[in-house]
């Protein structure tokens, strides 16, 4: 079966930009984290959508925002952008219950300049 | 407070080299351990889920090993190809938030 599908594989912005990633989770997956991969910090959850509703939440400024729609595909929006914001985003779907093991996307490279 | 560790960071085995990776974890009531190798510039690719201590899983040159405190990733007679970074995670709920709490990961290197 088809995979997570994370658009757009790579991004280059501006300091002060916004930015939108796209996910795809797996046909069946009713939930969709997010998670921000840095050398230095590792992954850092974000947030995760479960029935088009944010269930938890990271400790990550408002200026990180996502939405889930109906068919459970998701979107990631980070406005304002800083270059520290600079990082691998990934996506991670999962069936929706707790405690099962979550399949991850490519991942969307951004970079702020 | 929840936290995964794992050791070494980095590890360097000629081809056919067996060693172990750890991942110590402190978390309330654990609810899954899991195990997951990166390739450079790749998502996380799921490899194994242990539930209880004793727990043994293999997957090819692969065997995780889960104790109360601890989980082994054990790698016999390893490729260059299994040359990646290897992850392991555990769920957690801190301050109402249930996530999954990732380690830094061991980069491992296997020498031709």
């Known amino acids: 079966k088809a995979g997570v599908t994370q658009t757009p594989r790579y991004l280059i912005k501006t300091r002060g930009q916004q930015v939108t990633l796209s996910c795809s989770p797996i046909s069946g997956h009713r939930s969709v984290s997010w998670y921000q991969q840095t050398p230095g910090q590792g992954l850092q959850f974000l947030f995760e959508?479960?029935?088009?509703?944010?269930?938890n939440k990271g400790n990550f400024p408002g200026r990180f925002s996502g939405r889930q729609f109906s068919n459970s595909r998701s979107e990631m929006n980070v406005s304002t952008l800083e270059l520290g914001d600079s990082a691998l985003y990934l996506c991670?779907?999962?069936?929706?219950?707790?405690?099962?093991?979550?399949?991850f996307g490519q991942g969307t490279r951004l970079t702020v300049v | 407070e929840d936290q995964v560790t794992q050791s070494p960071e980095a590890l360097r085995l000629q081809e056919g080299e067996s060693s172990s990776l750890n991942c110590s974890y402190t978390?309330?009531?654990?609810?899954?351990l899991f195990w997951y190798r990166q390739d450079p510039g790749k998502g996380p690719e799921f490899l194994f889920t242990l539930y209880s201590a004793g727990e043994e899983k293999e997957k090819e040159r692969l065997k995780a090993t889960l104790t109360k405190k601890e989980s082994f990733l054990h790698i016999t007679a390893p490729k260059p190809e299994d040359s990646a970074t290897y992850l392991c995670a555990v769920p957690a709920t801190t301050s109402g938030t249930y996530k999954y709490i990732f380690g830094t990961g061991t980069r491992l290197k296997v020498l031709a």
């Open positions: 959508y479960f029935s088009e509703t944010q269930r």
């Open positions: 991670a779907s999962t069936r929706g219950t707790a405690n099962t093991e979550a399949f």
């Open positions: 978390v309330s009531g654990l609810r899954g």
